[in-house]
Antibody, heavy 123, light 107 residues
Framework: QITLKESGPTLVKPTQTLTLTCTFS??????????VGWVRQPPGKALEWLAL???????RYSPSLKGRLTITKDTSNSQVVLTVSDMDPVDTATYYC???????????????WGQGTLVTVSS | DIQMTQSPSSLSASVGDRVTITCRSS??????LNWFQQIAGKAPKLLIF???TLHTGVPSRFSGSGAETEFTLTINSLQPEDFATYYC?????????FGQGTKVEIK
């Protein structure tokens, strides 16, 4: 059974760096085809894809956040960490981590999600 | 980035109705198209991946079709628990962009 859970601060100040941790179980990020990604959702708005870390340590980021994102893994602790630098009030959102499954000729898809964590950016 | 456009943005329907939501991509995405359901205040749930493959445990009243740049999610015989917002997402190339969502409301 795959589960994921996000943790981190609920409030950050403008210009600070946000660090979020996704702790997962039920799979190993060292296994071929596995991945963990991050998606955010501002209040009342649509989902926004942020980043994806693949089993082979390949990392992909959303260009719209212009280099502010870093995704890393701690395989031994079954965790993936996302940092977002230079936070702004427009970054206020619920941040989700999700397991990315893979199948040949199908590609990747988020099949299991964490419950999400609301992060507010305010001074 | 590949832009995903859903239509309509919202719709009203009754229990038992058949509902169809369309998703168009700005570039070719093959069949690398996923559909998610999000109930207010909850995390999204995967319904369909690879345009037409039902995820484990998803009721058979949900179906997906399409390829290249045009895709459809159909809900046959809408149930009370289906009132939610639905998102498409392409996984053909990163960033794996989402559509803006379609809110299905009770008529």
């Amino acid at each position: 059974q795959i589960t994921l859970k996000e943790s981190g601060p609920t409030l950050v100040k403008p210009t600070q760096t946000l660090t979020l941790t996704c702790t997962f179980s039920g799979f190993s990020l060292s296994t071929y085809g596995m991945g963990v990604g991050w998606v955010r959702q501002p209040p009342g708005k649509a989902l926004e894809w942020l980043a994806l870390l693949y089993w082979d340590d390949d990392r992909r980021y959303s260009p719209s956040l212009k280099g502010r994102l870093t995704i890393t893994k701690d395989t031994s602790n079954s965790q993936v960490v996302l940092t977002v630098s230079d936070m702004d009030p427009v970054d206020t959102a619920t941040y989700y981590c999700a397991h990315s499954a893979h199948a040949d000729y199908v590609g990747y898809y988020f099949d299991y999600w964490g419950q999400g964590t609301l992060v507010t950016v305010s001074s | 980035d590949i832009q995903m456009t859903q239509s309509p943005s919202s719709l009203s329907a009754s229990v038992g109705d058949r509902v169809t939501i369309t998703c168009r991509s700005s570039q070719y995405t093959g069949t690398r198209l996923n559909w998610f359901q999000q109930i207010a205040g909850k995390a999204p749930k995967l319904l369909i991946f690879a345009a037409s493959t039902l995820h484990t445990g998803v009721p058979s009243r949900f179906s997906g079709s399409g390829a290249e740049t045009e895709f459809t999610l159909t809900i046959n015989s809408l149930q009370p628990e289906d009132f939610a917002t639905y998102y498409c997402q392409q996984s053909y190339s990163t960033p794996h962009t989402f559509g803006q969502g379609t809110k299905v409301e009770i008529k």
